[in-house]
C-alpha cells in the first residue's frame, strides 16, 4: 500500500530506511527531471545533482502534509543542489585555467594572443554599457546582482544582456573561423 505525502515525509524524516528507499523510487525521475532543467547537464551531471539532493532531502525533510507540498519542496532542493553543483563546478574551472596560465607553449601563446585581439576588437564595437558589464563580470567576477546594484538595473536585465553577448560573440567567432 502506497504511503500519503504526509506518511512518506514523516517516516523519512524519522530515518526509516524503507520510507528513504520508497522515497528515492517515488520521486527519482522527477528529480532527475529538475536537476535536468536546472542544469540542461549531461547524464552524468544530473545523477550527481540528485545523490546530492537525496542526501539534503534525507538530512533535512520535515512531515509535510499534502503531494503539491513535498513535490514543491523537492523541486526546491533539486533546483538549489543544481545550482551549488554549477557554482562549485564554475570555480573549479577558473582554478585550473589558473593553473595553466603559466604552463602555455609559444604556440599556444600565439593563439591566445590573436584570439585576444580578436576578442578586444569585437568588445571595442559593442555598447560601452555593455562592455562594462562584461567586465565587471569576467574581469572583476561581480555577481550579476552587484552589477544590477552597481548599474541601476534588474539582475534579470544584466543577465539577458550578458547571455545575448556571449551568444551573438560566440556566433561571431564561429563565423570568423
Do not use: H
Not at 529538475?34 to 540528485?50: F, H, K, P, S, W
Not at 542526501?55 to 533546483?79: C, D, G, K, M, N
Not at 565587471?136 to 546582482?145: A, D, I, P
Not at 548599474?151 to 561571431?172: C, H, N, Q
Request: aromatic residues 6%; contains cysteine; positive net charge.
Amino acid at each position: 500500500m502506497p504511503l500519503t505525502a504526509s506518511e512518506l515525509s514523516s517516516a523519512t524524516a524519522a530515518g526509516d530506511a524503507r520510507a528513504i528507499e520508497a522515497f528515492y523510487r517515488e520521486y527519482f525521475d522527477r528529480m532527475y527531471r529538475y536537476a535536468r532543467q536546472a542544469t540542461r547537464g549531461d547524464e552524468a551531471t544530473c545523477l550527481d545533482i540528485v545523490q546530492d539532493a537525496m542526501l539534503r532531502i534525507v538530512r533535512t525533510v520535515r512531515r509535510v502534509e499534502s503531494e503539491p507540498q513535498l513535490i514543491a519542496w523537492v523541486r526546491l532542493v533539486v533546483r538549489t543542489t543544481a545550482y551549488d553543483y554549477l557554482k562549485r563546478e564554475s570555480r573549479r574551472r577558473v582554478r585550473e585555467s589558473l593553473a595553466t596560465v603559466g604552463a602555455t607553449s609559444d604556440r599556444d601563446s600565439d593563439v591566445d594572443v590573436e584570439q585576444l585581439a580578436w576578442l578586444r576588437d569585437q568588445l571595442s564595437r559593442l555598447d560601452p554599457q555593455l562592455v562594462k558589464i562584461i567586465e565587471l563580470r569576467y574581469e572583476k567576477r561581480w555577481t550579476l546582482g552587484r552589477i544590477a546594484e552597481a548599474m541601476g538595473l534588474k539582475t534579470g536585465a544584466v543577465d539577458g544582456r550578458l547571455r545575448r553577448a556571449i551568444r551573438d560573440l560566440r556566433s561571431k567567432a564561429i563565423d570568423d573561423v
